[in-house]
């Protein structure tokens, strides 16, 4: 059903080649494997299983794949629902970086696919190959070239992918735009009429909820990428497109003027906070991935409009969340089991039409999905895919941190010139510009 689009893991090759990262280009590994011991049945004590999922959508999904972990790996195993709240799991990297760091790793954690994986925990040694369970579970024909490439360093996978994730979509209240005559805005020049229109109606255009930066850095990544188009946007993570170019200035002046019409309390909302003002009517938009989708449906909220954000028609704007192997795990056998039902068409099934995502996997069945997510499986598959800044798939976590840093001066201080120059400065930093 899902065909893979291709441009996104060429895209991230291409950083790979340009940036030395050492990526592999594998996921093909037939190798003949043993089941994995106490998955076929007996498995027994704790299973830690560490993310970020709090919220209401996030938390029913991953709640669907735990009910279904007795009946895959039978067994007495008790699931540790280990999270640290905060989207984008923008304070859980640092709980599970010390985790890592002294020996202590969960079971399985959530991780990013892309260089945040990659970089962070397979280079570095500190995750097991998966190549043995993914040949005994027919995975390197299930999962999109794309995604094995992507999952794969030095020829063997390193994680399972239990989504695709987009993250340019604008979120509206239909009933606000209708009640105010409005069409939700295609282009930058239709966002900024609709948001004057709803400014003088008293509405706030646009909802935002950056206590964790990240939010914003998701509105500058979707304004790049209306701004500059895929290929332009592709560059900056290659060193092909200039960081100090006039296009990048004239998406920093975009992103300013959209800041422009956020809630003014905006440093202390969550992503999901700035949503219920969307669903309140106190607020019309919403820039955020489709975890937004999620957050509806566990709030019953069904007058939500959605488009691609302003300049974004045709590229979705890509991440996946994953689940590996930490060297040294505790009960191994039991994390193998949770693996193995990560990856599987039922757990899939489950999860991702209660969390907003559309499947890694490409058989699931359409008809469980809901309208906005057999809009995304279509988008998917038809689309110009690119990589997410924010959420790991673009570029090292160590990049991402200082541009998070450029932004979050920026919101303050709106000075085009000096995030240009520190975003300049980053990509130099990361040794992917000279
Ligand atoms: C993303 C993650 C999603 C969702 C979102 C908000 O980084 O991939 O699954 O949880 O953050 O927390």
Known sequence: MLARPKFWFTAVIAVVAIAAFAWGCGGDDEEESPTPTGTGGGLTGELEIFSWWTTGGEAAGKQAVFDLYPSVCPGDVEITDATVAGGAGFNARQVLTTRMLGGDPPGSFQVHMGHELTDTWVTTGYMEPLDDLYAEEGWNDIFPQ?????VSYEGKPYSVPVNIHRANVLWYNKAVFEENDLEPPATFDEFFAVAEAL???GITPLALGD??????????????????????????????TDWNGADVTQALENFKRMLSYANADHTSLT????????????????IMGDWVDADNKAKEFEDSGWVPAPGNAGIYDALSDTFGLPK????????????????SLEGQEAFNPLKGSICARTDCDKELFD?????????????????????????????????????????????????????????????VCE
């Open 211 to 240: 206590n964790g930066i990240w939010a914003s850095a998701q509105v500058l990544e979707t304004a790049l990428i209306g701004t500059l188009g895929a290929d332009g946007y592709n560059g900056l993570w290659t060193g092909e």
């Open 271 to 286: 992503w999901d906070q700035a949503n219920q003002l969307v669903i309140d009517g106190d607020a019309a938009m919403t």
């Open 328 to 343: 040294d795990a505790p009960n191994p056998d039991a994390v193998k089991c949770w693996l193995k039902l990560a990856g």
């Open 371 to 431: 309208e906005y997510l057999q809009s995304a499986m279509d988008d998917w598959a038809s689309d110009t895919i690119v990589p997410s800044l924010a959420h790991g798939a673009a570029a090292s976590q160590g990049w991402v941190e200082e541009l998070n840093d450029a932004v979050t001066l920026f919101v303050t201080d709106g000075d085009v010139d000096a995030v240009q120059g520190r975003l300049a400065d980053a990509c130099v930093n990361a040794g």
């Open 146 to 150: 794309g995604v094995l490439d992507i």
């Open 199 to 201: 400014d003088a109606a």
